[in-house]
């Protein structure tokens, strides 16, 4: 091999290996903005200033801003599911408990003074088309979450599982909301509590 050919291999292997840390600093910006202000709120430009980066290295990683929002989305969906997974597996073959102990977290969550609810729930409001990426991200992740709420329901044993877990889930949306509404002290922190409840009364039907 040549010198030449040496140098070219080393000029062209060079963008690929720093592509993957331009897109991972570019996704967790992005994924800070995006949560703290909103999707539509932030164009790319911000995004790449803070990211120090250039607009054509966002672009080599994600096609479009649409593209950066879904990628933002997926990576907040697998976090959901590792907080969710944990208390699930604090408590094997102990669905209340779980539920219990998912909503105790996101209670307390909800009393921060950066929370902004959901990234998904929030998204979801951002755009109303239902063929938008985010949106879709948004949407598999609820659907997703009602039916695991409902097959825990009926693990309890509730003689109505999909009316109980439906009301779990609603619990949960709303303990989103009222977070950013109502922040420390507001009623969100006692969405685990609420939960117990619900289910207990379920539970004695």
Known sequence: MSSDNKIETSVNETPSAST?????????????????????????????????VTKPSLYRSFPS?????????????????ERFEEAVDAHPGNPRAQIVAFL???GKRTQKPDYRGCGMTNAAVEYPEHGHPARIVSENNKQEL???LRAMAAAMGASDSDT????????????????????????????ARNADLLIEASLKK
């Open 20 to 52: 993957p840390k331009a897109a991972d600093k570019i996704l967790d910006v992005a994924r800070d903005l995006f949560y703290r202000e909103g999707i539509r709120a932030i164009g790319v430009d911000e995004i790449v200033r803070r990211a120090g």
């Open 65 to 81: 801003k649409d593209e950066l929002a879904a990628s933002y989305l997926r990576k907040y969906d697998l976090e959901f599911w």
């Open 164 to 191: 109980l877990g439906d009301g779990l889930l609603l619990l949960i949306e709303g303990a989103y909301i009222s977070g950013q509404l109502f922040g420390l002290g507001g009623p969100a922190a006692s969405v």
């Open 104 to 106: 105790t977290r996101v």
């Open 146 to 148: 009602r039916r695991r």
